[in-house]
Each structure stands twice: as structure tokens, then as C-alpha cells.
């Protein structure tokens, strides 16, 4: 979708993440959380620290449709004092795909499919597969804003089940673009060619699977939270951009089992974060 003339063909490119909602943003980035005290549960210490990586594979377009893969991979690392849980490096290897269909002149549809392993890497069998998955319909307007209608299961919730997504996408300034909803929230402004921030609320989370050293079979580790940040975006050369986001986690739920195969729970108290990243855009 283009909603801007060719010369400020710069602001597309830098607000385009504003209406996607689906489709992981490429490039390298790198956050943290706390240390807190759990406000409930197990344990006398949380935090985390987070990786997530997004390489382009290829990108085809024919008529009104179009596709685009990439390759993507997250590792967690828990820092949970006082108990033996959720003590493995954790990863999400997948591969992102998208599909895109324009139908008639003011509607779409797309389809973000993002099959993978969640594992801890000593499990790669059928109980560490997984795949997020959004169904989403599009109308616009002759505006260029759109509401949007669908379905998603995503891992960011600590499970996998299937969860509703609704919409709107306006413009309220010729420099701001906004998209409210669930499960996202983002109002991104672009102060000039080079820079732009954005206020953004959404989940970030996630399942996995692992061995348990001493125990037989596998078992789940599960986290979820929501996120309240605010970012800033700057161009630093070509096609790479710079980001940073501070803000506050909300919501918090983290669940494990430990050394002796016994399942811990914790509500993890709101806590800061902060996040680093070079996105690429093409």
C-alpha cells in the first residue's frame, strides 16, 4: 500500500511499520528486563535478556499478489534467582513468510504464516513444532487508512491459542500515522528525514520446549508480558536504521518446571526495559 505521493516517498519507507502489522521487521536487536522481585509465586529474583535476529530471503510479486521470506531466530535467557527453572538458553528458529492478496480496488488480504522450532536445542522433535499464524482482511479508504478484521495464534501470548485481531489505521497529521487495536498499538510521527519515534503497546513472549538434566521426556517453559515502549528511529546510512525504546513491562507471567521436574509459577513484578537494534529497509 502507497499512501504517499512520490515526493515523500521517504515517509513510506519510514513509517511503513506503522500498518504492518504481521511481517517481522529485519535487521538485529538486543533488550533487557530488570532484575524484580516477583510480586507473586516462586523465586526471590526475575529478569530476562533478549536476541531476536531477521534476515530477508526473497521477496516475488505478480499481479495483485505478492510473497516475502525470511529466516528468523530469538534467543532468551532467564535470570531467575531462587529457584532452578528456566535455566536454559532458549530459541525460536523460524521461517516468516507472507502472503499478500489485493482484492477489488479497496480491500486485502494477507496471510503471515511463521512456522519454527521452540526449543532449548536438545529438543528438535514434533513437541518443540510450532507455527504463528494471522488471517487478516484489510478495507481502506480512499485516504489511505483501513479497518482490519482477523484471526492470529501467536507464541508472544505464552501459548498458543488463537486470539482475535481488530483495527483501524488513520492519518491524523500528514507526519503521523497511527494503527489502534488488538494486539497491537502503534502512533509513529516522522520529524524529518531522519528521524522518527513511535509509542507502541504489545505482547512479547513466549513457548518452548526442553530437557531437564536427570529427568525423562521433555517439558514447557512459558513467558508472556505486555510492553509499553517508546522508541526513536534514526537513518544512519543507506537502507539501515538505528532504534532504541525504553519503557514498561506489564502483565507479567513466567512458568517452568525445575531440577526436579516440579512446576513453578511467578508473577514477575512491572518492571523497565530497554531495547537496541539496526532495522534494514528496502
Given amino acids: 500500500m502507497t499512501i ?7 515517509k513510506t519507507a519510514l513509517l511503513a511499520m506503522v500498518f504492518s502489522h504481521s511481517i517481522l521487521a529485519d535487521g538485529i536487536s538486543w533488550s533487557t528486563e530488570g ?35 525470511a529466516f528468523h531466530v530469538d534467543i532468551t535467557e ?36 511463521e512456522p519454527g522450532f ?33 484471526l492470529t495464534v501467536d507464541r508472544t501470548f505464552g501459548d498458543l491459542n488463537p486470539r482475535p485481531i481488530i483495527g483501524v489505521a ?3 497529521t500528514r507526519d503521523t500515522e497511527v494503527l489502534l487495536g488488538f494486539p497491537k498499538t502503534r502512533i509513529q510521527t516522522a520529524w524529518n528525514e531522519a528521524l522518527s519515534s513511535y509509542l507502541r503497546i504489545a505482547p512479547e513472549g513466549g513457548v518452548w520446549e526442553e530437557e531437564i538434566d536427570g529427568q525423562t521426556g521433555t517439558y514447557r517453559t512459558a513467558y508472556s508480558n505486555w510492553k509499553l515502549g517508546f522508541g526513536v528511529d534514526f537513518h544512519w546510512q543507506r537502507g539501515f536504521w538505528l532504534n532504541a525504546e525504553i519503557g514498561q513491562l506489564r502483565h507479567r507471567r513466567i512458568w517452568s518446571y525445575d531440577a526436579d521436574a516440579t512446576k513453578r509459577v511467578a508473577t514477575p513484578a512491572e518492571d523497565r526495559y530497554w531495547q537496541v537494534g539496526i532495522d534494514l529497509r528496502y
Fill in 78 to 113: 532467564f535470570r531467575w534467582s531462587g529457584t532452578t527453572a528456566a535455566q536454559n538458553d532458549y530459541y525460536w528458529i523460524s521461517m516468516p513468510l507472507e502472503y499478500r492478496q489485493q482484492r477489488g480496488r479497496s480491500s486485502e488480504f494477507i496471510v503471515h504464516a
Fill in 170 to 172: 488513520f492519518k491524523p
Fill in 35 to 69: 532484575p524484580s522481585a516477583p510480586d507473586t509465586g516462586d523465586g526471590t529474583e526475575f529478569g530476562r535478556t533478549f536476541l531476536s535476529f531477521t534476515m530477508p530471503l526473497g521477496e516475488r510479486e505478480r499481479g495483485q499478489e505478492s510473497i516475502r521470506s
Fill in 4 to 10: 504517499y505521493s512520490k515526493t515523500v516517498k521517504w
Fill in 118 to 150: 521452540m526449543t532449548d536445542m536438545n529438543v528438535l522433535s514434533s513437541d518443540s513444532l510450532a507455527v504463528n499464524l494471522d488471517l487478516i482482511g484489510r478495507v481502506y479508504r480512499r485516504s489511505g487508512s483501513f479497518w482490519q478484521l482477523g
